[in-house]
């Protein structure tokens, strides 16, 4: 648990994996958040060694501090995708102008634009073809 009664498991890299049923308190370094939240470096304690700094624990809101963190992480994973499509975009020789053509085409009016047009030959073939049906019976 985290101490907010959230579980939190044990990483499978971590020496102490599938060991949790043995460990009461530990700390942990890092957390990997995916499905479930995971911790990946993490140290067995003895609770004698905390009794007397657990009071200091609650003093501060590690919510409030692992958001910063999750916030600083989302902001930066960002950063790096929109680098790598600039250079992916770079590498592949695709121009502003073409990439501004393809957004234009994949807009909401092009789109319903698109699906009228096959709406019309699909009806225009359904009608040659009942007209094809009526000539020859």
């Keep these: 648990m985290d101490g907010r009664g959230s579980p939190v498991h044990i990483h499978p890299s971590s020496a102490l994996h599938e060991q949790e049923t043995k460990l009461e308190w530990i700390i942990f370094h890092e957390v990997l958040v995916t499905t479930k939240v995971y911790a990946r470096i993490v140290c067995p304690i003895r609770y004698e060694w905390v009794r007397d700094l657990l009071p ?19 902001e930066d994973a960002r950063r790096r995708w929109t ?55």
Excluded: C, P, W
């Design 56 to 74: 200091k624990l609650h003093e501060f809101n590690a919510h409030d501090l692992s958001s910063v963190a999750r916030r600083e992480v989302r």
């Design 83 to 137: 680098n790598k499509e600039n250079v992916k975009h770079r590498k592949d020789g695709i121009s502003k102008e073409v990439l501004k053509k393809m957004q234009r085409r994949n807009d909401d009016k092009s789109i319903s634009d698109a699906r009228a047009r096959f709406l019309e030959r699909k009806q225009q073939r359904s009608q040659d073809h009942s007209d094809t049906l009526k000539e020859t019976g």
